[in-house]
């Protein structure tokens, strides 16, 4: 997919903005409002742009435990028989086919460590599986980044999973929550059809939401390979995972256009670094970069292709 200076601005600029009036973004990006809402059309039209959801914090929805699931498969096609049911689980967020080790990325939400040991009972408790191997991740530090490779510089500062109680939420706001959470741009005007309220008390319910932080901000889900990227998770060991490794880390992501997120990990791996490459070029000199940056350190990496054609995002699947 060709794309112009002015493509990149204004996806830069929805990234994390694209819930504002389509004047406002035009105003912003210096396009006119007939050239954003082509433009937007466009880009949902040839799949560039696949979903528009928001960003919550689970853990004000009662969900104060996080996990990432790596899986192992006997045979491949058991795990693209396992993705089938992913869609119906209460408690999964988001998945998607991985490339060496393992076989399936899960990120999973649950209300307590009771639920999540649970889940992964049942995961074994099922013959059909045949799950050989699994790695269980529970983020103790998160940082989200904006697409740097877009030249922007937007500062994101929240975490998704805070351990204050769970907020006080009616019907109503439960139902503003599932509707965004399938389509975040969706109209006012058909927020408050389905809700069965005025346009006014549903901005005013939606700015109380976000006031409150429970939602956080925005994302886009791209087609990624239309943009020229696709996604590398790299898992990171250090026998001594110290203070200082952990800074440095930091530091690195935070000056590298490449990365996507970072977190770390009590348990192995430690750290998880999502990246975003062009080519196989750049994975190699990341990787050459982290093992020069810890050329004192003991460190095992292991890296991991996400097929991302393939990936699901269901950011509210308890309301689904």
């Given amino acids: 997919m060709k794309l112009k200076e002015t493509d990149y601005k204004l996806l ?5 903005s694209y819930n504002e009036p389509l004047s406002k973004i035009a105003k912003a990006t210096k396009l006119s409002r007939d050239q954003v809402e082509y433009r937007l059309n466009k880009y949902l039209k040839e799949g560039l742009i696949r979903k528009f959801f928001p960003v919550f914090d689970y853990g004000k929805l009662g969900y104060s435990v996080f996990v990432i699931l790596l899986l192992e498969f006997e ?14 689980s209460k408690n999964c967020m988001t998945y998607g086919k991985v490339y060496g080790k393992y076989d399936l990325w899960l990120e999973c939400i649950f209300k307590n460590e009771k639920e999540l040991n649970e889940f992964i009972f049942k995961l074994f408790e099922n013959e ?14 998160a940082e989200l980044y904006p697409l740097k490779f877009f030249n922007y510089s ?10 204050q109680k769970k907020a006080r939420l009616d019907k109503t706001d439960l139902k503003i929550l599932k509707i965004l959470s399938e389509n975040a741009r969706t109209k006012l005007i058909e927020i408050a059809d389905k809700t069965g309220i005025s346009a006014e008390l ?3 319910r939606i700015k109380r939401l976000k006031k409150e932080k429970i939602i956080l901000g925005n994302r886009i889900q791209f087609d990624m390979s239309l943009l020229g990227y696709f996604f590398v998770n790299v ?3 250090f026998r001594n995972f110290s203070e200082k490794n952990k800074e440095e880390i930091k530091l690195f992501a935070k000056n590298s256009k490449n990365i996507n997120s970072l977190i770390f990990n009590l348990q192995k791996p430690n750290c998880i670094i999502s990246f975003l490459y062009k080519n196989v070029k750049e994975v190699k000199e990341s990787i050459e970069k ?10 095992e990496i292991d890296v991991l292709l996400t097929g ?3 990936e699901k995002i269901r950011s509210l699947p308890l309301l689904e």
């Fill in 308 to 310: 991302e054609d393939e």
């Fill in 202 to 204: 549903a901005l005013y």
């Fill in 12 to 16: 830069s600029y929805l990234y994390h």
């Fill in 128 to 141: 059909n599986n045949f799950i050989i191997n699994y790695v269980l991740i529970k983020p103790q530090f």
């Fill in 235 to 237: 898992l990171i060991n």
């Fill in 154 to 163: 937007y500062k994101e500062d929240y975490l998704p999973f805070s351990e």
């Fill in 290 to 299: 982290i093992r020069n940056l810890f050329k004192d350190d003991s460190i």
């Fill in 75 to 88: 045979i491949p096609k058991m795990a693209e028989d396992f993705s089938k049911n992913l869609s119906k």
